[in-house]
């Protein structure tokens, strides 16, 4: 298993210098919803399965690390294969830890969290019909309004659903919002936004039992979304469409990782220019869209190293652009400001305008040390009105000895003893509090970790923080079965309760949200679970949880045509 202790010493040891980049270890693709690392999807990591998963052969060289089984194997192949790994675990480590990963990764939940009541509403009325979207379509059209409990439930459950679905597109792709305002279900871009915010943190509260007060309350939001619909403020009625960044949280990603990746590898011995790189392939679209971005609006120039204060600058304003702060972890003060305040995209934009009329910054990082990391993001955040950079991590790690919810989901991380209600919003939110409290330790590990992991900087302190997050599921190198990680203080009985607790919701979420949205019937495609494609158990147990929840047979579905819809 990847990511065993032990591994600073046997990377300490491989590290020699190397020329050689292989692109079939390293070449990028890209897909929806799917944070690649190599070609072949030599290293994923996918948003809505929680799954790191890594190639036969990066899992073949990646493990000869961690056992110390590294003769016979390239240098360069081994420092290659590493990176890879890392990258993915940078992608686990941006949706568990900021704040903007955490809304796109608690989406999925939300969407049906925030609903389920009002499907089971709309189950007693109108039993299992599929989709929830149609049947609520064909009923309006033949005259029912929302005097109707069961028209009205689905109307519910279908916006809730959408609203959110909006969000997440907009958030990794601004310029989706361009195509979604021909589409009858958008109403605004701000609307989406404080929904998806709204039923997130609502599920975050309800699942981890979070006392008043410890998070913002999205129901006092609900005077002020009325109030901007009514003064037609720009972004937040039918139709207005605020500014719209050139890139999104999928570039920012992929940039942020891509560039870490690369800071490792020089730092463990591979080539120090950046052209290397190129010749080699490793700047695709999606990795250098965000850093173009960044160089174009600063007036700058191509960095020739992979240590140029440049790059640690792009990374660090990364860094700030996914972590904002207002309706998580901290209450909204301005509602008009909320979707630049928010954005990814627009938080990247005007972070690299702030860097842009600041010039002295671009030269400020050259240790990449906490110092340096506090006082750049200090100046960035003040010249944008943005909070200070520590505000958000301070209030999460303040929760902390609560002597009550917090402090209970702690030690639930601690032992992985969860309970088996809303397990997967509590898995997630308890992996989020733990980094976060790391992260305000080490801010420049987690910002630079390519500079941090190898060389004379990666202390066994280092190392072990890194090892803490490492992702939590993971596939194996001879089947793309997901596997949990063996951790230090878990038990075996509770790491296998956290695994089918935890994908037993997933799947009740996947049925509930096919049942909402989805033409046709269902359908149970697990072969992404356990890397078979018969799963007749799993099956019957995703049946038996969706007729708990909703008190309908899905085998019983009444499927109807969705062509008007």
Known sequence: MVGDAGERTVLSRVMLRFSRLDPQLLDPVSAPGVFNATLNAHGTYTTEHFVLRLSPRVHELVDAITKRETDGHDTADLMQAYSVYLHETIHWWQHMGSSAGLMLSLAYPAQVYGSMVFLQQFGRGAGCVKPVKTWAHRAMVAGATHADPTLAAANIAVNNALDIDFYK???????????????????????????????TVFAIIGSCDLREGQLPNPASWDPHILRLRAEHAEGFVHGSMPPIAEVGLAEIFEGQARFCQLQFLASSGGPELLESYRKKGQFGPIYVAAFELFLQLLGAVWPERYDDPLVGLFLLICDLAINPTRGYPLEIESFEDFICDVDPG??????????????????????FSAVEYEFVASRLADQCGYDYPFAGLDAIVGLFGDGGPVDALLEEHRTFGFGPVNMPVRVIFSHHLALARDKRARPEMFCWPGMWLAGERCTDEIQNTFEAHLSLFQDRGDTEQIFPRAMPGRSTENIK????????????????????????PFRYDFKWLTGKEENRELIALAKRQFEHYYEVNPDAVEVINHADS
């Open 497 to 520: 309760g956290l695994v089918n607790g935890f994908f037993s919701g997933m799947l009740a979420f996947d049925l509930a949200l096919q049942w909402t949205l989805f033409p046709g």
């Open 169 to 199: 597109k907009i958030a990794l792709s601004p310029k989706h919002a361009l195509e979604m305002r021909h589409t009858p279900y958008f109403e605004s871009v701000g609307h989406s936004y404080l929904k998806s915010y709204g039923e």
């Open 346 to 367: 627009a938080r990247f934009t005007r972070l690299c305008l702030a860097a842009a009329e600041a010039p002295e910054l671009q030269k400020a990082i050259q240790c």
